[in-house]
């Protein structure tokens, strides 16, 4: 099914119960090899839901045109009708499949990471919660153009939060082994996972993260193995009711040396009628060097 082709389904449903979302504006520009470009991009976001006893219908669409390009993603999120009752809950349509426990690495993503959303998968799924589980899910959605099984366990044992996953579909949907764990240790969250590939040839992947509060501002650093060393590290603080700053680091390096890197600030102008983000980034890989990343956007919410 064509993404574009979803609209006026999500419009109708929009219209008929209401909704919250925003409208933005953003200028993207890039700057490497002597040479700048700048792109225009209309991005914005449109959430609806409506509830009916335990059956509930929800979208979230983020939808982006990029000008210079005329390319247009709908940015598909959530399309989904589910059911909730007393001990079990299913639903079918497009949503997100969390299966990760890093926030900022990604170890085995099922769908390609979005910067402002994350992005649906299109199947089914059914819930449990059966003692001593807090939850047992089984889901059956479409990966890479292909179909991919999905069961995940999540529990609790001696303060600490665990989840066991297993996914298998036909290649090249993913197939392997996972677990990971959160606990509390002081002022600190501290969590890890690992995977198994079931087909490659280096099969081991895994990494471990914390986060805690500091400077009124939240820290998180991670450090992660995928075949090659990954290490990120984040800090958010809203500075006052009206200013917040976010600061992102990572770095991709073997054996041979530094393989990609790069860094983001951003600033945050909250005001009544919207919102001004200026933000600057740099990145670095071996085929293109050094690029610098400029952008400026206005956001006015509904």
């Known amino acids: ?13 929009a219209l008929a119960t209401g909704t919250s979302g925003s409208l933005e504006l953003r200028l993207e520009g ?17 959430l609806a839901s409506e509830a009916w006893g335990g ?4 979208a979230a669409l983020y939808p982006r045109w990029n000008l210079a390009t005329q390319t247009f993603d709908a940015g598909v999120s959530k399309l989904e009708l589910s059911f909730a009752g007393p001990g079990h809950a299913l639903g079918a349509g497009a949503s997100p499949e969390p299966t990760a426990v ?13 910067p402002d959303h994350a992005p649906g998968l299109w199947g089914g799924w059914l819930e449990l919660y059966p003692d001593p589980f807090t939850r047992l899910r089984l889901a059956l959605r479409r990966v890479r153009d292909r179909p991919l099984g999905l069961f995940r366990a999540d529990g609790r044992l001696a303060g600490m939060d665990y989840q066991l ?12 082994l996972g677990a990971g764990a959160t606990a509390r240790l002081g002022p600190w969250v501290v969590y890890a996972e690992g995977w198994r590939d079931l087909r490659a040839s280096d099969p081991w992947r895994g990494g471990v993260g914390a986060s805690r509060y500091l400077a009124d501002g939240l820290l998180t650093a991670e450090a992660a193995y995928t075949g090659s060393w990954q290490l990120a590290i984040a800090y958010g ?23 990609a890197a790069g860094a983001a600030l951003r ?12 933000g600057l980034g740099l990145g670095y890989d071996a085929a293109a060097g050094v690029i610098w990343l400029p952008s400026l956007s206005t956001r006015v919410y509904f």
Do not use: C, H, I, K
């Open 102 to 114: 890093l926030r900022l690495l990604s170890l085995n993503p099922l769908a390609p990471p979005r």
């Open 1 to 13: 099914m064509r993404t574009t082709a979803l609209l006026p389904w999500l419009l109708a449903l």
């Open 30 to 46: 890039r700057y490497a090899r002597g040479v700048f470009a700048l792109e225009p991009v209309y991005a914005g976001s449109l």
């Open 237 to 259: 603080r809203q500075a006052s009711d009206d200013w917040a700053v976010d600061a992102l680091a990572r770095l991709n390096a073997d054996a041979t040396g530094v393989r």
């Open 267 to 278: 600033l945050s102008r909250f005001g009544d009628e919207g919102d001004v983000l200026l």
């Open 165 to 176: 996953a297993a996914l298998y579909g036909p290649a090249p949907a993913p197939a392997a």
């Open 55 to 58: 059956l509930l219908a929800e």
